[in-house]
């Protein structure tokens, strides 16, 4: 409801079956617009004021409560109700001045009201019972006079208007208040539940699994916890797009969810990873069957954006008490059990055991030790020599990493690169790498060593890394070495993620006069279409097949394609891990062009190589 400004509602009913009073409270409530308009304009004229605005009532009449109880009901349905109203006491023939106040209360209670009478018709007591006498109620006896009436008529009104508008601004406040628990809940919901799944996370996990734990404890009851990790989830994210990996999250979920028990709970706990919560184990051999139950729904093809994906998964498992009586403890050796299916073949189950806690411990040191590793000068690089298999003469080197750290002497590429890869701390390892070897290869041209390329291995992370490109330049630009004799090693698997985007990167590369060669050659896709779209200057052999070439028939025939290949793609051919002169002979027989090897050298620091690099000059 609206009313003009600094008005409010002024409408009164006056309710009487006495037609003289309604014409006493027109002239006492009424106004004559004429003549307080032209009072207004002497006013002004005698005293410079403005002319003052005079608010008047509206006054509408009704001679018995049941008329009056039709307009008060009009009144509300046009949104312009009555602020309060003049009753009296006495009505025949109809409802008298109690009953009417009942009546018009049921429909309006918020109407104020005059009780007009001359008569002790009714003990307070008696009203007291009839009608709930509070605030909206004053009673006015009779004879009254003009100020009386005015001061109520005036007193009420505006009282009307206050509740109304203390009614509305509560109103404003609740909706207020009801919108700001609202976003509480939202705020709490998205702290707890995963956006992507809605599955609870990982702060409801660790409540719930404490209080599984604590009733387990009570009831002397056993739980187990499940870790389950997507294998290669990656390749789907990165091959397939985001959008698609989102969606396979999404209906992994809710397969997980529909396989396990009610009373059960699935968490998602990481990217690609999520956590089960068994509850009442009887015995832990229970949960064989609800890991192979979860493995069998997830290896069943899932139809995604028109794709029919097949995803498998490895599972991990510890058990309440006996492998921990703390929710981090438990999540912990689930998890490293489910790495332990994952280096064991994947798409299978473990559970936890001592010796997997001692390598994840083993694990977490290596991590450790590698985020101060290059602060503390402990990373060195050494060099494996190339050779030139007609001319015998050195071509390059490739830049080996080692790590020497002071308690426990050189830790093995193989225990830390993995650790790095997973951690992320493989970025600036490489980027380190990188500048460290077009340093030291600048350091050999200034040494007047005869022309040798340098090979760097460049991880998939550093691949995808946003500034990669600009690392690039950036250190040839600081070490001032020549593009061309720097090589990079890529494996398959970083160029078959994101066509497109490994294509602008390659061409980039390549204008700039970076060399490229594909690593591992053999072990992953070995594909010519991607071999003709790339801008590829050299393949490698990975020592796998170079291994058996004298003994084994099927890797001597994998080689002699790769060579074969390379050479009718006027790529160098380079061949890895050649450590015997039967392997020699072979892939100079083949027209290998290049090799590396223990047969020839091990990787060597910067200042033996030099020498070793002079002595075959």
Known sequence: MSWPPNTGNRRILVIDDTPSIHQDFQKILGSDRDSEAALASSEAALFGDAPTVRQAFELDSAYQGQEALAMVICALAENRPYAMA??????PPGWDGVETIERLWQVDPQLQIALCTA??????????????????????KKPFD???????????TVKWQMTQDAALKMSCLEKTIEERALELLKMSHLLQYDALTDLPNGTLLQDRLTQAMSISC???????VIFLGLDRFKRINNGMGHPIGDALLKSVAGRLVATVRKSDSVFRHGADEFVLLLTDVTHPQQTIGIAEKLLAALRMPQCIAGHDISITASLGISIYPSDGEDADTLIKKAEAAMHNAKENGRDDFRFFLTDMNLRAREQQSIEDGLRHALEQHEFVLHYQP?????TGAITGAEALIRWWRPDRGFVSPAQFIPIAEDSGLIVPISQWVLREACRQARAWRDADLPPLSMAVNISPLEFRNKGFLEGIRAVLHETQLEPHYLELEITEGVLMQNIESTGSVLRALHDMGVRLAIDDFGTGYSSLSYLRRFPVDALKIDQSFVRDISTDAGDAAI?????????????????????TAEQLAFLRAQGCEEMQGYYYSKPLPADQFEVFARSKA
């Open 386 to 390: 190339k050779l030139n298999l007609e």
């Open 119 to 140: 008569y002790s018709d009714y003990s307070w007591e008696t009203m007291s019972e009839r009608l709930e006498l509070g605030d909206r109620l004053l009673i006015l």
């Open 218 to 224: 009570r009831h002397r009851t056993q739980l187990a």
């Open 146 to 156: 003009n100020i009386e009436i005015r001061q109520m008529a005036n007193a009420l």
């Open 86 to 91: 003049f009753i009296d006491m006495r009505m």
């Open 559 to 579: 080689v002699s394609a790769i060579i074969s290949m390379g050479r009718s793609l006027k790529l160098r051919v380079i061949a890895e891990g050649v450590e």
